[in-house]
């Protein structure tokens, strides 16, 4: 394990550094487009939430895995030459956004009505009612899912080793064949996801902690 | 000048008709008490004045706005008229001078210092100066519905609907609410439209007293006629002496 470390010590951390960058850019769009998608879903208007709902049931129920295969293969076919690291990272965005759009739907609608009608009846637009009273609310109910929705995507992003996205996994992948040690390979590499996602996942129960109070 | 207007307004619940055939106009600094049995449709017809509920046919006219018209921009209507609630529905994310200022701020663009100064001295006015950094869940119920009338106060609205301000509050906590309802009352031309049980009030405050059951109004009186003399519908009549005897 130790020969695994410092002998592909670069490689690690440039797998790291991938893993983490793809994960924090997944992880901010994911947020916007599935907080988007979960507004679409409570909107009066009609169409807005059909929309809304074809969106999640289509990306929530296709594996990642198609989903990264589809971006990494079709995109550079037909629209724009993208690479593996690219790709991926964009799939896994829209895969993650449609669950996340699913967790925040249900903490918006878990919000009481009133608060909604509260601020409507006091002037506010629909926007303004939706930024300032019922999003804020909504979201302090969803950081529990929400944080284990980011866990995933730290892990899921582990689908870029199929689509040459050099990250962990897939430096691991190329660590495993070229030492024949399969099993610290992978040990390592299960590490390295460790020191990500530990941090995320205490973070986010302090983050718990704090807004209950 | 007339500021609320039912003409022949009807609205249905899918296959519910929740208002029939309304016909009701208050005028500019009117006070008006809605009263009537729980499933008669004052609450449905409240919520139509400011646009929480829409109407289906018929034409209802607020502050010269049509809300039958589903063209007609709500915000507008709603600037000019507050709402307060049963449940207070204060912003449970925001402190008690916060829920007063964010509407004034954010709708009426009013300066912070100027707008600060004013939601101070409406919590003055309700004797809750001392809440002014709590969380709505640190009030009592009284407590709530007095920061929810000054919330809709600091709009400077032209009229205040009340849905049954006091029927979730404790007994002891009725009087302080009504006391802060009739001050608003004090001030002529603002234009209240308030359901209650609350007959005392009633008697105070009120121009006229509007009865409904089963959607419809049955009864539309001057209050001394009202209590005084006796309502010519026999369920107003009935009604009235069942809640004044309580």
Redesign the interface.
């Known amino acids: 394990m130790v020969y695994i470390l410092t002998h592909y010590w670069s490689e690690l951390i440039q797998g790291l550094g991938y893993t983490l960058l793809s994960s924090v850019i997944a992880l901010v769009f994911s947020t916007v487009i599935g907080t988007m998608f979960a507004i679409f879903e409570v909107l009066p208007n009609h169409a807005m939430r059909i929309i809304g709902r074809i969106y999640i049931e289509i990306f929530r129920n296709i594996p990642l895995l198609v989903i990264a295969m589809f971006f990494y293969v079709i995109i550079p076919m037909y629209v724009a030459k993208i690479d593996g690291f690219t790709a991926g990272t964009i799939g896994l965005t829209i895969y993650t956004s449609s669950f996340i759009a699913e967790t925040v739907r249900a903490g918006i609608q878990s919000v ?1 009505n ?2 909604m ?9 629909y926007w ?1 009612a939706m930024r ?2 019922v999003l ?2 909504a979201f ?1 109910i969803v950081i529990p899912p929400l944080g284990n929705q980011f866990i995933n995507l730290v892990k899921n992003s582990s689908v870029l080793a199929f689509v040459a996205g050099f990250d962990l996994m897939y430096q691991g992948n190329s660590i495993a064949s070229l030492s024949l040690d399969t099993i610290n390979s992978y040990v390592v590499v299960g590490l390295f996801y460790l020191v990500i996602t530990l941090p995320l996942s205490y973070y986010m129960q302090h983050l718990e902690k704090r807004l209950a109070n | 000048m007339s500021m609320i207007e039912f003409h022949n307004v009807e609205k249905y619940y899918g296959d519910f008709h929740a208002l029939t055939n309304i016909n009701l106009t208050i005028n500019e600094g009117e006070k008006v008490v809605l009263i009537g049995p729980s499933g008669s449709g004052k609450s449905t017809l409240i919520r139509t004045v400011n646009g929480l509920e829409r109407v289906q046919s018929g034409q209802l006219l607020v502050n010269g706005y049509d809300l039958a018209d589903k063209k007609t921009d709500m915000n507008k209507i709603r600037k000019n008229v507050g709402m307060v609630f049963q449940h207070f529905n204060l912003y449970a994310n925001k402190t008690v001078l916060e829920n007063i200022m964010i509407a004034p701020r954010l709708v009426l663009k009013r300066p912070e210092a100027e707008n600060k100064k004013l939601a101070m001295d409406l919590l003055d006015s309700v004797g809750l100066a001392d809440k002014a950094g709590n969380l709505p869940s640190q009030l009592s119920g009284g407590q709530s519905q007095r920061i929810a009338i000054a919330r809709s106060l600091a709009m400077k609205p032209k009229c205040l609907l009340f849905d049954e301000p006091t029927s979730a509050l404790d007994p002891e906590m009725i009087d302080d609410v009504l006391n802060v309802m009739k001050n608003v009352a004090a001030d002529s031309s603002m234009t209240m439209l308030v359901v209650t049980h609350e007959m005392g009030f009633a008697r105070e405050v009120a121009d006229r007293v509007v009865f409904m059951a089963d959607g419809q109004i049955l009864e539309d009186d001057r209050k001394e006629q009202f209590f005084d003399g006796e309502p010519t519908n026999e369920r107003a009549r009935q009604f009235l002496s069942k809640i004044i005897t309580h």
């Open positions: 009481d009133g608060q009608e509260g601020a409507r009846s006091n002037g506010l637009t303004q300032y009273i804020p609310q302090k």
